[in-house]
């Protein structure tokens, strides 16, 4: 029932505040210290660092934080859950579940009564704040026996004589309840009923903060790189915290700490009271600690987390939505997205291109993968300028928009016909054609063509460098006649016998395929240089002289 409750208020929190938190989070997370003081102001709120950390993994992911950003939020999430600890801290003085059922009630009413979602999900809060009561109330019942048990006792005696033990215990319950807070309250329980003592209770809530990110660990799964990074920056920052405190724990120092803070003889009155501010303290510590070293703790989450070597982040990450008012800044983060996408189109072609001339299926998944990114990140640039056009744009910014439209749509053209020759080379090792000596070269000639061209393409675009951009279109008109060449060259091999209709019919496929891909190169290039020609003012292009090809 409590870990029932729980979930229902941290729910209902995160209903009303969970888009206007990400919103905050995206917005002010520049500064480590804005970064700490957000994680645990907005951890305190929705009653749930997991629930925090979860979010702070997903916005790492979609690009929206970077990684140290993203280490000073957690770093913040993990103060801001010891305010359960608190609140439940008050049942040792104030005997609030009296009022439990009457706060469930006034909940459902709410929940029933209310025609708004908002309303519906405080209603839920107070249902939830109310059964967590309740359930720590059952619980504190049913603890209350054990104190006769021998045997119990002595199991507990052993834990408080074992500070290893008790912090192994405190990590395998939270890693098994998916809550720290519910393991902090168990113990703070179990403490108030006199079963265990302070010095027993804090090696577990030790144990507690590393069992606790097991949560984020498990949200990275499937994410990006960065957002693994950071669930193992999470964990990397609660084992650094427990392996420095522990001997403190040990030699009984941390403890006297916790005395000389709080006023008064510890009770079981107010034992819960030391074990919530031991449970803060330790976190408090561990960030003033390890705040100014946050560079070395991204080193060493980057460091278990290696990129493997065809690993790569398919996310945006140039794609700042806090740059729309500014349009100007906006398109400028668009071209860099799009620049990336193409480097993305680039690499797709190259290994495709040798997957089909060597027969070789080793980059077969990561050609899936670099397709996929490419699809992903047509729909993220597309969406982002869509935003862009909705502000006010300057006339040179209203020409620029679609021209990085049309080209990401280009691009997105190029990864679909670097996955038909992905499917041409699948299919010609099914069928065991051969392509002769002479034929691989041709393939290799005009896409070498094609490399170039993208290339100057790639710089033109990147350096704002009209030069280049009509060097590339020039290019065009070569890879047109190397495909009639090569088109007729291989209509000769078919004449002559020396393939197979198979043989032609795939390799007539690749070529079409390449020469499509030239042709939306093309289109890019044409596509900037018309907004180098219009964007840029007649000075740049009046330093050339002939017929434009924009004509």
């Known amino acids: 029932m409590f870990l029932y409750g729980m979930n229902l208020m941290s729910d209902g929190m995160k209903a009303i505040s969970s888009d206007r938190v990400k919103r905050i989070l995206t917005l002010l997370t520049k500064n480590r210290i804005i970064g700490v003081l957000l994680g645990t102001s907005i951890t305190a709120v929705i009653q749930s660092s997991s629930a925090m950390t979860v979010i702070t993994v997903g916005l790492v992911n979609s690009g929206l934080l970077t990684l140290r950003q993203a280490i000073g939020v957690i770093m913040g999430a993990n103060i801001g859950t010891t305010f359960t600890a608190w609140i439940v801290s008050f049942m040792g003085v104030i005997n609030i579940t009296n009022f439990a059922l009457v706060i469930v009630g006034i909940g459902f009413i709410m929940t029933l009564a209310s025609q708004g979602s908002a309303h519906r999900s405080r209603g839920q809060i107070l249902i939830g704040l109310g059964l967590l009561f309740l359930g720590l109330n059952f619980m504190k019942d049913a603890i209350e026996p054990l104190r006769s048990n021998q045997v119990i006792m002595n199991a507990f005696i052993t834990v408080g004589q074992n500070p290893i033990l008790g912090l192994l215990i405190g990590m395998v319950a ?44 498990i949200a990275a799964l499937g994410a990006n790189l960065n957002a693994r990074r950071a669930a193992m920056a999470h964990t990397l920052f609660n084992i650094f915290g427990s392996c420095y405190i522990m001997p403190l724990v040990i030699l009984g120092i941390y403890q006297k700490f916790i005395f000389f803070i709080l006023p008064g003889e510890l009770s079981a009155t107010n034992i819960m009271f030391y074990i919530a501010a031991a449970h803060s303290m330790f976190n408090i510590i561990n960030v003033i600690i390890l705040l100014p070293l946050i560079s070395y703790l991204e080193k060493a989450a980057i460091w278990i987390t290696p990129k493997g070597s065809k690993q790569f982040d398919g996310s945006p990450v140039y794609l700042d939505k806090r740059l729309l008012t500014s349009p100007a800044a906006a398109l400028l983060q668009a071209r860099k997205e799009m620049l990336r996408m193409a480097q993305m189109a680039r690499e797709a072609l190259e290994l495709s291109c040798n997957a089909f001339v060597n027969k070789d299926t080793k980059d077969f998944k990561h050609l899936a993968e670099l397709e996929d990114a490419i699809d992903n990140l047509q729909e993220e640039i597309t969406g982002y300028l869509v935003e862009i056009s909705q502000q006010k744009l300057s006339d040179a910014e209203s020409d620029e928009l679609p021209v990085w439209l049309h080209s990401v749509n280009d691009l997105e053209r190029i990864g679909d016909h670097t996955e038909n020759l992905v499917e041409l080379t699948q299919r010609s090792i099914r069928l065991h054609t051969n392509v002769p000596e ?43 006649k190397l495909y009639i060449e090569f088109r007729d060259a291989q209509i000769q091999r078919l004449n002559s016998g020396v393939c197979t209709p198979h043989d032609g019919i795939i390799y007539i496929d690749v070529l079409n395929n390449l020469e499509k891909i030239a042709d939306h190169l093309t289109n890019i290039a044409q596509a900037v240089l018309r907004e180098f020609h219009f964007g840029h003012g007649e000075q740049q292009g009046q330093k050339h002289s002939g017929k434009s090809p924009l004509a």
Not at 197 to 217: C, H, K, R, W, Y
């Open 174 to 217: 939270t890693m098994i309840l998916q809550s720290s807070s519910a393991t902090i309250a168990i113990v703070q329980l179990l403490a108030f009923q006199g079963l265990i003592s302070f010095d027993a209770a804090v090696p577990i809530v030790l144990g507690e903060n590393i069992g606790t990110t097991i949560t984020a660990q």
């Open 438 to 480: 002479d034929a691989k070269q041709e393939l290799l000639e005009m896409y070498n063509m094609i490399i170039r061209m993208g290339d100057l393409i790639i710089l033109a675009i990147r350096d704002s460098d009209h030069d280049k951009g009509y060097k590339a279109l020039a290019c065009e008109d070569k890879i047109n």
